[in-house]
Nanobody
Framework: VQLVESGGGLVQPGGSLRLSCAAS????????IGWFRQVPGKEREGVSC?????????KYSDSVNGRFTISRDNAKNTVYLQMNSLKPEDTAIYYC????????????????YGQGTQVTVSS
């Protein structure tokens, strides 16, 4: 199982980034995927998740709801996180993770994480 994040970088406040999570070693269509972020010295925060059920249910933390959009392309074995209206407080390392279930959760049930990609929002 491997998850590889990409798309991070430096962006000005109000800008946008799209993160990608490339999955390999398992059938992406059978698993929910989540995005998490962590700032050094703070606990990891669940940002968003998407189920693998037919309705592709999604969840967002209150801090990103309305600004971030998660999506998945099972044919490309990739999950995306579109981040708009970025704020300095969005600065963190962003990780994607595989959940041991079809259904979505922002907190528990994840067994594999990627290595992370740095997102810095600063002027």
């Amino acid at each position: 199982v491997q998850l590889v994040e990409s798309g991070g970088g430096l962006v000005q406040p109000g800008g946008s980034l799209r993160l990608s999570c490339a999955a390999s070693g398992f059938t992406l269509a059978n698993y929910a995927i989540g995005w998490f972020r962590q700032v050094p010295g703070k606990e990891r925060e669940g940002v968003s998740c998407i189920s693998s059920t037919s309705d592709l249910m999604t969840k967002y933390s209150d801090s990103v709801n309305g600004r971030f959009t998660i999506s998945r392309d099972n044919a490309k074995n990739t999950v995306y996180l579109q981040m708009n209206s970025l704020k300095p407080e969005d600065t963190a390392i962003y990780y994607c993770a595989r959940r041991m279930n079809y259904y979505c959760s922002l907190t528990r049930g994840y067994d594999y994480y990627g290595q992370g990609t740095q997102v810095t929002v600063s002027s």
